[in-house]
């Protein structure tokens, strides 16, 4: 089951990113799917099966926006491994301190993605303008992990409780 869900939420999370995205921003901020799930699903669960998570979810996202191949994926691996490493005593995070660490690890992701922007020589506009791009999506990520965030953790329990009776 969690295989599965490995594949199918990161896929979907990028397929919306391209569709969807674009006409939700508010005030010129997104959010980036794509690390909201990987990095809800990181501190739900841990580091271990999140960066699963990043990878397909950024290499499809990557795909789908024709910016460099793997790009996103990278910029996403770090942060979304940094937050499911933390707290080592199987006790939940609250939804707050969940969703803060879903904006950090967006806020990181966005600047490192934009670091590899300017590595590879992509065309970008005003750093310092997408800069306050990357930390006004990283609000929106926090505020969208309110929801995704005790998703995840249910979904943990879900798959869990399936893998402890063999299905």
């Known amino acids: 089951m969690r295989f599965a869900l ?58 789908l926006s024709g910016g460099p191949l793997g790009a996103l994926a990278l910029a996403s691996l770090v942060p979304v491994a940094a937050v499911g490493l933390g707290d080592s005593s199987g006790r939940p995070r609250s939804v707050i301190g969940g969703a803060l660490l879903v904006g950090a690890a967006t806020l990181a992701a966005g600047l490192l993605y934009l670091v590899i922007l300017l590595v590879v020589g992509q065309p970008q506009g005003d750093p310092v303008l997408l800069a306050g791009g990357a930390a006004a999506g990283a609000i929106y990520n926090g505020v969208l992990a309110i929801a995704t965030y005790p998703i995840a953790r249910s979904m943990r329990h879900v798959t869990a409780k399936e893998a402890s009776f063999g299905l």
Do not use: T
Not at 11 to 22: C, D, E, I, R
């Open 6 to 63: 490995a594949i199918a939420i990161p896929l979907a999370a990028a397929l919306l990113q391209g569709s969807v995205v674009p006409f939700v921003s508010i005030g010129g901020a997104r959010p980036n799917l794509p690390v909201l799930v990987a990095a809800s699903w990181s501190v739900a669960v841990g580091a271990r099966e999140a960066v699963w998570w990043a990878f397909v979810g950024g290499l499809a996202a990557d795909l």
